[in-house]
């Protein structure tokens, strides 16, 4: 085979080695489809440019060697950047996907961020406005919870918190939204609840704290109660319009609910100018 000929199929292989690269990043990636798209273009491109020296050495015009000696590094340059670039693109949509799922969740608790929890709360209230069904708000509250910490330390502390978390998770619905919002307080969201389902199932989640024993790293179990505060949101009833607006009304309105239970007693809910 020609010298030159060899030159430019060790080229064409180096570049379609690259666009399979480029390719494979276009099908994976959704974040940056475009760029590698645009990137897998040119390379098939290039390709054709490789091709049809190899068409006219076959037909017996002598190729450039110049140019062929050329083409061998060129394309291996350029199979070895689309090699780091899909690597460097892979890397930083692990970690945006780390960052993405950081904010959306409580890193001790698994449970639903702040940030989170008022952002799905809020297209609870916007699906409330077309289907006219109500959304209930829950605050709950670890009672005496930082003299848990004082006895215990922070480390059993954390663990109470954590094991709260799944306790409740497990009696509440897939479409409940459960998130932490504060130090021991918790957001709890109901769509399509009612008054009656709201205090059923808030009482639910409160008499199964009460009777859960939280075991410390040392065995010793430890026994908490919560308080818990509700507010219900009937689209029938309130005029405003504004989804943000109506999360935070009734955000504010089930913690002072909270702060009822408190200072009657703690454990206990309450909610609407009554005590259950």
Do not use: W
């Not at 390709?47 to 068409?55: F, T, V």
């Not at 699906?127 to 059993?156: C, E, Q, W």
């Not at 808030?202 to 024993?213: G, P, Q």
């Not at 109660?225 to 935070?248: C, H, L, Q």
């Amino acid at each position: 085979m020609d010298l030159g000929i060899l030159l430019y199929v060790i080229a064409l292989l180096a570049q379609v080695t690259a666009a399979l690269y480029a390719l494979n990043l276009f099908l994976r990636s959704k974040s940056y489809r475009l760029a590698s798209g645009f990137l897998l273009f040119g390379l098939v491109l290039m390709i054709g440019r490789r091709l049809s020296p190899i068409i006219y050495a076959l037909s017996g015009i002598r190729p450039n060697l110049i140019d062929a000696f050329l083409a061998v590094p060129i394309s291996f340059f350029l199979l070895l950047g689309m090699i780091q670039f899909k690597k460097l693109l892979i890397d930083l949509e692990e970690k945006n996907f780390v960052l993405d799922l950081s904010s959306k969740t409580d890193s001790l608790t698994a449970a639903m961020s702040r940030v989170e929890s008022f952002a799905r709360a809020n297209l609870e209230i916007k699906k409330a406005f077309r289907n006219k069904k109500s959304v209930s708000f829950l605050m709950l509250d670890i009672d005496h919870f930082k003299l848990v910490n004082d006895t215990y330390g922070h480390p059993t502390g954390d663990l109470v918190l954590i094991e709260l978390v799944k306790t409740c998770l497990e009696e509440l619905r897939e479409i409940d939204i459960f998130g932490r919002v504060g130090g021991e307080e918790f957001l709890i969201v109901l769509p399509e609840t009612e008054r009656e389902g709201a205090i059923a199932i808030a009482e639910r989640l409160r008499a199964s704290i009460e009777n859960t024993s939280f075991r410390t790293t040392t065995g010793t179990e430890i026994s908490i109660t919560i308080s818990i505060g509700a507010a219900i949101y009937n689209p029938n009833n309130d005029e405003e319009d504004d989804s943000a607006a109506i999360v935070k009304k009734y955000y504010a309105a089930c913690d002072k609910a909270m702060y009822h239970a408190k200072n009657a007693g703690r454990n206990q809910t309450y909610c609407s100018g009554h005590f259950i």
